[in-house]
């Protein structure tokens, strides 16, 4: 319990945020894929990926390898066989539909007339064959026919199938408490164990119901039956009663009741809390599980010097970050994602001491900043200056026997270089690259390259790295 | 009145003591007089016989064992002092302090040269009042 109550206490408004987003957005999946069969199959790959993490956990590696795949395979899978329903679904005409609005059931769908209209149907011998489509989109199922907008009533039903009507022998769709199309082909069903008493209009009807959630009602011209096709089954409608059960089932027309309203809500409310606590859980086990520690070395990056001065040196040019946060996080932690910052916009020439915090660190959400290495980062900052130095030859080897080398003229006698402030004030001198006596036997002239103390000190002339040297050598005197 | 004239003396005396210290500051807030004295010739050399530099040079093998920096003054005001800083590149190895005397003189310094003393060095001359009046350059070699 205190476990809990200090994380609850460690939340920050954008965890809360991000829980609170994450359910809406599973709530609405529910919402506008409920009563279809994505929905069912979405909790199948969902209880799939629960047994792919136990297998894990088990140690069954074929299995969870499998499983694994499986998982990666049925979200193709999804999107090829379910192509129609993602389409209904994102076809929303208004976004509030998409987004905040809830998909009601068609409750106005006049179910008397419909009953009455079967009936004086069969007792007429008038063959009917009637689609009343569910969640699923049945028009891509349903060749030719003629549009229609009709209302729906027993005479219009009556004469729709009336044998004198150049559209009585297609399917006529009723959509609300209208009839939206007549004269429709509906697909064959090719099974082969239909009662032989049915004939193409029962095929047909079980072909449309095995393809989609629409239910199809059929009144047989030659014996009067009614029969109503459901998914892969026919179901005999011996009486008014079993007709209106059937048709109330399909419509959801019990919902059109102040006590189905309130049944919606709750089963509504319940799955916004399932939701909710799902997502909850899924949050906690990602930002707060399995508490891992970990130190990664990451870049000083210093940030915001004054232009006219150069970092000269630092003491460390990256630091080791201990970090907590849970395994998940940990685990997906990339180097790009963890920073570390020096600001030197308050630095000052010299010897410059930073105690660095975690206003100096850029984290992921979701991790922890424990402990830094080093604590304190030294930074010296110099200004740079020019400095006219003299030139001096760096001779070496031997002179040959008896000689001297007495005098040396160097032109240019002096040279400016650019460097730090501080750097330059140790140095009096540029040397030249070292330059061998051995072959000197007389006097003479020769050019040699200068060479710079270090990589802080440069040429004010890049192309003036050469002094030309004169040289007087005289024999020695006993 | 009578009352007053320790009070008058005392300040008399203050006063008198003041003077001098005023004196010494105006002094030193003149500007420094130029070096007392014209630097006449300045060379390195490998030996000194008979108060002149001998085997003038600006290279030395090591193997001469011991080198000097011979410099010379006349127009000696005052018995003075000048300094000769030996630097190895750019790092000071030894500094010699020297007495110049009126009206003219000549003094050296000398080192002995070791094997790791090899690479190129200078002889800065300097003042009492610490200004470089000359700097020599040379070499030691093989």
Known sequence: MNTLLSLLGTLRWQDVVDVLLNSYILFRFYVLFRGTVVLRVLAGIALLWVFQRLAVGMGLIVTSWAMQGIIAGAALIIIIVFRNELRNVLQAKNLRALLWGFPQQHVATPVEAIIEGVYDLARKRIGALIVLPGRENVHELIQGGVQWDGKVSKEMLLSIFWNGNPVHDGAAVLEGNRVTRVGGILPL?????????????????????????????????????????????????????????????????????????????????????????CMAGIWFSFARGMETLVSVEVPLEYLNRDPRMQIMSTSVNSVRLHLSGSNALISSLRPYQVKAK????????????????????????????????????????DMPINKDLPVQVDWVGTLPSGLLLESVTVTPAKITVAGAQRTLAQISTIYTEKVRLDDLAASGQLTAVLTLNGASVRLVEAGRDRVEVRYTIRRRTP | MNGKLPI??????????????????????????????????????????????????????????????????????????????????????????????????????????????????????????????????FSVID
């Open chain 1, 342 to 381: 020096l600001d030197l916009g308050k630095a000052v020439s010299g010897v410059n001491t930073f105690t660095l915090s975690e206003e100096n660190i850029v984290l992921p959400p979701g991790l922890w900043l424990s402990r830094i290495e080093p604590p304190e980062v030294r930074v010296a900052l």
């Open chain 1, 189 to 277: 069903s090719l099974r082969d164990d239909l009662p032989r008493q049915y004939g193409t209009r029962h095929r047909a009807a079980a072909g449309l119901a095995e393809q989609s959630d629409a239910l199809v009602i059929v009144v047989s011209e030659e014996r009067g039956r009614v029969v109503a096709a459901k998914n892969s089954r026919f179901i005999p409608i011996d009486d008014n009663l079993s007709l209106k059960r059937q048709l109330t089932e399909h419509l959801g027309a019990a919902r059109d009741s102040s006590k189905g309203r309130l049944h919606e809500s709750r089963k509504l409310t319940v799955a916004a809390a399932v939701c909710l606590l």
């Open chain 2, 8 to 137: 008058i003396i005392g300040c008399l005396l203050l006063g008198l003591l003041y003077l001098p210290a005023s004196g010494q500051a105006t002094e030193d807030a003149t500007d420094p007089p130029g070096p007392a004295f014209r630097l006449v010739r300045a060379v390195m050399c490998e030996t000194i016989e008979g108060y002149e530099p001998r085997h003038i040079a600006v290279a030395f093998s090591v193997a001469v064992g011991r080198i000097s920096c011979y410099t010379s003054f006349d127009g000696v005001t005052e018995t003075t002092y000048i300094e000769h800083k030996w630097y190895r590149r750019d790092e000071l190895v030894t500094v010699k302090r020297l007495t110049l005397r009126p009206p003219n003189w000549a003094t050296f310094s000398s080192i002995q040269l070791r094997e790791a003393d090899k690479g190129p060095w200078r002889v800065e001359i300097l003042d009492a009042r610490n200004r470089i009046v000359r700097t020599l350059r």
